[in-house]
């Protein structure tokens, strides 16, 4: 406590000083460390109820890593959801249900260090809350302290998931509720099948996120449900509804990172692509086509050229560094080091001969 109260008295450059000294990132690196992406404040739950009663559409999109949590974050998307889709973009399986705690947490904890603005929402994967209260405050709790997300997400409406979704509230934690096509349910379901098509069907998705606002969820997801039945919810509701596959009527849309910008082309992944998936880039196109030009170089030859082979030594250490391999008795490593020097000051031309000087 005595270094503390002193730290907080020093200047802001002592403070400065010891923050750099303190830093696993070393000051002089190839590679530099992750930096802030933006200087603005995390995303918070009044900020989204403001929004929410101006009318103002708000924007969720998944991440995984730390790649796409930084899009994100210099996208300004207003909430980041580490969702278990990842279980079927990232890892490959056919469905949610196969990932682990452990491994969404992985994926929380990569998102957490790139998106420094959204609101970090974690999902409960199948499995971890369903067969208590105290199991799923548990697992809510661990993707706070051990994935640094700011709420949790959790499917279904069935009795045992509002209380479930009551009992994290209670325990001081952000949930979002989430209806209509429960990934994790499929069993019960019969596969990926719409929800709310039918009267009784419709009803029940109101009277669901409806039960879901009353034990304190913040907001909810509705996932492939009519328009129709996604307008009377967001009526209904005094939080707002996040759609995904549910028309424009909700408080605010999201869709999967991989889905909206065509990242995936793999026939595995077109089987499973959601038909109310708008793609905004067909990055997937993009990185197949730079991934086959960098084989053809690299089979060529043409890669690395000069101007990626940036480390360069002087005349007389070629000379030190070829005399010494030779005493070392590795006459020919001394010619594959001299024929290159040499192969590169060629290359470069005489502009660089000169900046050598």
Do not use: W
Request: proline letters at 6%.
């Amino acid at each position: 406590m005595a270094f503390l109260t002193k730290l907080s008295k020093t200047s802001s450059l002592t403070r400065a000083c010891l923050s750099r000294c303190m830093s696993h990132v070393p000051e002089n690196t190839v590679y530099s460390g992750p930096t802030p992406q933006t200087h603005d404040q995390r995303v918070t739950l009044n900020q989204l109820k403001q929004k929410y009663k101006k009318g103002e559409p708000i924007t969720v999109v998944t991440a995984y890593d730390y790649p796409s949590a930084v899009h994100l974050d210099i996208a300004g998307i207003d909430i980041c959801l580490v969702g278990d889709s990842a279980s079927m973009v990232v890892h490959g399986h056919d469905t949610t249900l196969p990932i682990s705690l452990e491994e969404m947490l992985v994926h929380c904890r990569a998102v957490a260090r790139g998106a420094k603005r959204p609101l970090l929402v974690g999902d409960l994967p199948f499995g971890t809350y369903e067969t208590s209260t105290s199991q799923a405050v548990d697992t809510a709790v661990k993707v706070l302290k051990e994935g640094a997300m700011d709420a949790i997400k959790l499917e279904g409406g069935s009795p045992a998931r509002i209380t479930a979704a009551k009992a994290i509230v209670e325990a001081g934690i952000a949930v979002i509720g989430h209806v209509g096509l429960t990934p994790q349910a499929i069993s019960v379901l019969g596969g990926f099948r719409p929800q709310g098509k039918n009267v009784s069907s419709a009803i029940k998705v109101v009277e669901t996120a409806m039960a879901l606002q009353e034990v304190g969820c913040f907001s909810v997801v509705l996932e492939c449900v009519p328009a129709p039945v996604a307008a009377a919810a967001t009526s209904a509701l005094q939080i707002p509804t996040i759609g995904i596959g549910a028309g424009p009527f909700c408080s605010g849309q999201v869709l999967v990172y991989h889905d909206l910008l065509g990242m995936l082309q793999h026939p595995h992944h077109a089987k499973v692509t959601p038909k109310f998936c708008k793609q905004y880039a067909r990055v997937g196109d993009v990185i197949n086509k730079a991934l086959s030009e960098y084989k053809e170089e690299v089979s060529n030859g043409s890669f690395p050229g000069p101007s990626h082979s940036p480390y360069k030594m002087n005349g007389s250490d070629v000379d030190g560094f070829y005399k010494e391999l030779e005493k070392m008795g590795l006459n020919k490593a001394a010619s594959a080091a001299t024929a290159a020097a040499e192969k590169m000051s060629t290359a470069q031309g005489p502009v660089a001969e000169k900046s050598q000087k």
